[in-house]
């Protein structure tokens, strides 16, 4: 508890453009919570170094991502924004994790698999032991919850089970997190292969909405969305695509897939593809109008930046403290 709230905590990576997945599946259930909360949302640049990245091209993404989270109607003043690398506590409680974490537990996780198997160049330890940085990330500000989207559930069972297992240990030290995963918009598929993830690494550019996509661009990319044969707008698993489409509007206009069913029962899916469309950029435009405008606000976003560094460093340093004490480091 944090001024007499629970306490949330998020992150997502600085690489590369975000995707309409990253928006409907994470960053949107964040602007939902934050006011119900005391909430960290981390710009969680420590982990994008797994992949290798330009330097310049990478505080270029952090500071979008900054100014996005911002601009989607986090409140920097209220809630705690920040940029992870500029917490040392989350490498130290990385550290100090690492050794209550077993091989085993790392050789599970899929997401490891699968991002080797697209960086078979460059498999490195921390891609490996990520998931161990993440739950410092978690465990560092005692969250109770953490939304994220249904890719990362295996991350947070981790988590938990190296927080109950440092607990068992040592007594009561970390808050064991709860996962909060939306009720539409966790998994959105890629709009070429709607079995596949909706992933700002996909390198078909007509299978992923960016965040950056200007209006003709979503229109052009919905066009050429892959749909099903029977040609009615249905729910149903069976019509992956269509399917798919349907998350989005909903996700997009907070509605449920039957309301959805009802308006485009009569209508064909280039009706419905425009409609989903349109329902991308109302949502989109203004949130990358503030991003841009905010931008430019140098010096205010400096600002904010320094103070929630330090707020964020305030909150690390009692976990850290405690933590160092019952592992039996000495006092400084
Ligand atoms: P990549 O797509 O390159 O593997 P990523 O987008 O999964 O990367 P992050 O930027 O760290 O990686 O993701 C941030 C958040 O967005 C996470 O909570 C993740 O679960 C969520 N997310 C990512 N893609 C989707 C998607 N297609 N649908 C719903 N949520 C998503
Ligand atoms: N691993 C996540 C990003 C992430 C995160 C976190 C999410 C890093 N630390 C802590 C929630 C809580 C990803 O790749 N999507």
Known sequence: MLEGKKVLFS????????????????????????EQYFCFFSVVDLHSITIRQDPETLRENARNLFALYVAAGLNPEQNCIYYQSHVSGHAQLSWILNCFTYMGELNRMTQFKDKSK?????????????????????????????????????????????A??????????????????????????????????????????NATILLTDDSDTIV??????????????????????????IDIYCAATDILPEQAEK??????????????AEAIISVLEPIQKRQQSLL?????????????????????????????????????
């Not at 975000?18 to 934050?34: D, E, F, H, P, R």
């Not at 465990?139 to 190296?162: C, F, K, M, N, W």
């Not at 009561?172 to 995963?181: G, I, M």
């Open 296 to 332: 430019k606000e140098k010096e205010y976003l400096d600002q904010m930046i320094r103070k929630n560094a330090q707020k964020a460093n305030e909150h690390a340093q009692k976990t850290l403290v405690e933590v160092e004490k019952k592992i039996g480091f000495p006092a400084k």
């Open 11 to 34: 992150g997502m990576q600085a690489t590369g453009t975000l995707t309409l997945g990253n928006y409907l599946g994470a960053l949107k259930n964040w602007v939902s919570l934050n």
């Open 118 to 162: 697209k960086n078979s160049e460059n498999i490195n330890a921390g891609l490996f032991t990520y998931p161990i940085l993440m739950a410092a990330d978690i465990l560092l500000y005692q969250s109770d919850v953490v939304p994220i989207g249904l890719d990362q559930t295996q991350h947070l069972e981790l988590a938990r089970d190296i």
């Open 263 to 276: 308006t485009f029962a009569n209508k064909g899916y280039g009706d419905f593809k425009m409609a989903v």
């Open 220 to 245: 052009r990319k919905l066009k050429r969305a892959v749909t099903d044969l029977e040609g009615k707008v249905a729910y149903r698993k069976e019509q992956p695509g269509i399917k798919n489409l």
């Open 164 to 205: 109950i297992r440092f607990n068992g240990i040592y007594g009561d030290t970390f808050t064991v997190p709860e996962a909060y995963l939306g009720k539409i918009g966790t998994k959105i598929m890629s709009l070429q292969e709607p079995s596949k993830k909706m992933s700002k690494s996909d390198t078909q550019t």
